[in-house]
């Protein structure tokens, strides 16, 4: 059962040649120059790419190229040999593909959310998936692990239509988890940081790295992966989580250096809410603040997600499938009446909505969001 629950999120390794093996021969120049055009056209245009703008009729190499070079120049991207920079060149190029592809279809008023280039676009699908969201790495504890308590929705209490925990300063800034697969830290630090301020008033950044590097005798991979309620078990255990300027993050795997002179943080327990419920996610969330929780990130749409509400029929709501760890905070209903969960992500502020994403609520536990939802209490 644990290991079911294990999730683990890492981001972009480059250069390992395995992630090559299978991927489809290089579509011809013009041909992709041609898409290319096509998708500098249909792209929102902003940030990276409005630089993808170019004269229609002057399809070629040379635009690739400058879109190549745009790219590797917004995103810092170096790599380590000329044939590594070749394959990701390539993997650029069908990525625009892609992207220009889903946004013709998005036009057409079929989905309810647009795809943008972002740092990830020399990474394919199931590289990226293999990376960041891998799954199934958890050891067995070598301490006894605590029992969640219940969570028991408030009764004859107002729950209200939107909810966004930023507005109210709960919600420290977008991190990024760079090479390491800590989305459970970032989710579980996240969470400590929304109810400490909720409890003090004060809003801290937590210690992502101080939960990587000494939970894993709770049953955590470190940068492999982990879950989020022994991460909230052991910050009670050891009566403290450093803050991030304390123990700041390097996105590898490290010695435990927990400074006992400086718990920012603590905890005593932690609540999960009933499996699947969404309404007592929600009820959660307006009433409490923001809550950890786990979806299935593997469906190629999420990669190069931009803005709107996150929806796709392949996403998996079944508890096995969860695969990336989040923090829930906040809900709402767009315009159009769409009902959303408002998501911070940790795969930094270059992707989606400022690091955020919306993901359907009330659509069937889509992605399975409120499968393994669960709230430090503090
Ligand atoms: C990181 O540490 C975990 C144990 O906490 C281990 O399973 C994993 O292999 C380590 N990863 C690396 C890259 O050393
Ligand atoms: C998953 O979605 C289906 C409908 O697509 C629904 O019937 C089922 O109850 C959902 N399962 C979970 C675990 O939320």
């Not at 029992?147 to 930023?166: E, G, M, Q, R, Y």
């Not at 009670?236 to 700041?248: A, E, M, Q």
């Not at 996105?251 to 002179?261: E, G, H, I, M, P």
Request: glycine share 8%; aromatic share 12%.
């Amino acid at each position: 059962m644990l290991a079911k629950l294990s999730l683990i999120c890492l981001i972009l390794g480059t250069g390992d040649a395995q992630f090559f093996g299978s991927r489809s021969p290089l579509p011809s120049l013009t041909k992709t120059a041609n898409k290319l055009t096509n998708a500098a056209t249909n792209l929102p245009k902003t940030g990276i790419n409005s630089l993808l703008s170019f004269n229609p009729l002057k399809l070629a190499e040379e635009a690739l190229d400058n879109s190549w070079s745009t790219f590797q120049g917004s995103f810092d991207k170096t790599y380590k040999t000329a044939e590594e920079a070749i394959l990701r060149k390539e993997n650029f190029i069908e990525n625009i593909g892609k992207i220009e592809n889903f946004n013709k279809i998005y036009s057409s008023g079929k989905y309810s959310f647009v795809q943008q280039i972002n740092k990830f676009a020399d990474m394919l699908h199931h590289e990226f998936n293999s990376i960041l969201n891998g799954f199934g790495r958890f050891h067995a504890p070598r301490v006894p692990i605590q029992k969640s308590s219940s969570f028991i929705p408030s009764a004859n209490v107002h729950i209200p239509d939107n909810i966004d925990w930023n507005e109210k300063g709960a919600v420290t800034p977008v991190k990024s988890q760079g090479l390491c697969g800590g989305c459970y830290a970032f989710s579980a630090a996240g969470a400590i940081e929304g109810h400490t301020y909720r409890k003090t008033g004060v809003l801290t950044e937590l210690s992502p790295q101080n939960l990587i590097d000494c939970t894993d005798p709770y049953g955590n991979e470190g940068c492999v992966g982990g879950l989020m309620d022994p991460a909230f078990q052991y910050v009670k255990d050891n009566t403290g989580i450093n803050s991030l300027v304390n123990y700041p993050y390097e996105a590898k795997n490290d010695t435990c250096r927990y400074k006992v002179q400086n718990p920012d943080a603590e905890t005593t327990g932690f609540v999960t809410i009933p499996e699947g419920d969404e309404n007592a996610l929600k009820i959660a969330v307006a009433t409490l603040g923001p809550v950890s929780a786990a979806i299935d990130a593997s469906q190629d749409t999420f990669q190069f997600y931009s803005s709107g509400v996150y929806f796709d029929e392949k996403c998996k709501n079944e508890t096995m499938y969860m695969n990336h760890a989040i923090l829930v905070v906040g809900y709402g209903v767009e315009q159009d009446g769409k009902e959303y969960w408002l998501v911070k992500n940790s795969y930094g502020p270059e992707w989606g909505i400022g690091g955020f994403f919306k993901l359907a609520r009330n659509a069937n536990n889509h992605c399975g969001i409120a499968n393994i939802a669960s709230f430090p209490l503090v």
